[in-house]
């Protein structure tokens, strides 16, 4: 099993950025996103099931993140707009067999995080 992000880079606030991950080995019935900045806590971003009929955001992004899924290329998304220098970390795609919506129940399996630097 492998999910393989991609994505990241610098851009400047108000920008946009867009994630993308690819899962491989299997199929899941969730797959989300976490950060983690330098210095702080891991922090949950967004969740999505195999439909996209649950949605989860993190309140620190909600109405400026979207999440989205592709079931036939098992892939996840997420559509970052309005970006802020504070949204700056390392991003993990995640994934698991039951849906999650914080870091209360961390999800099974993650890749590789991808950085994203927003500048001021």
């Known amino acids: 099993v492998q999910l393989q992000a991609s994505g990241g880079g610098l851009v400047q606030a108000g920008g946009s950025l867009r994630l993308s991950c690819a899962a491989s080995?299997?199929?899941?019935?969730?797959m989300g996103w976490f950060r983690q900045a330098p210095g702080k806590e891991r922090e949950f971003v967004a969740s999505?099931?195999?439909?996209?009929?649950?949605?989860y955001y993190g309140d620190s992004v909600k109405g400026r993140f979207t999440i989205s899924r592709d079931f036939a290329d098992n892939t996840v998304s997420l559509q970052m707009n309005s970006l802020k220098p504070e949204d700056t970390a390392v991003y993990y795609c995640?994934?698991?067999?039951?849906?999650?919506?914080?870091?209360?129940?961390?999800?099974?399996?993650w890749g590789k995080g991808t950085l994203v630097t927003v500048s001021s």
């Open positions: 995640t994934a698991d067999l039951s849906l999650y919506s914080s870091t209360t129940a961390l999800p099974l399996y």
């Open positions: 080995g299997r199929t899941f019935y969730a």
């Open positions: 999505i099931n195999v439909n996209g009929g649950d949605l």
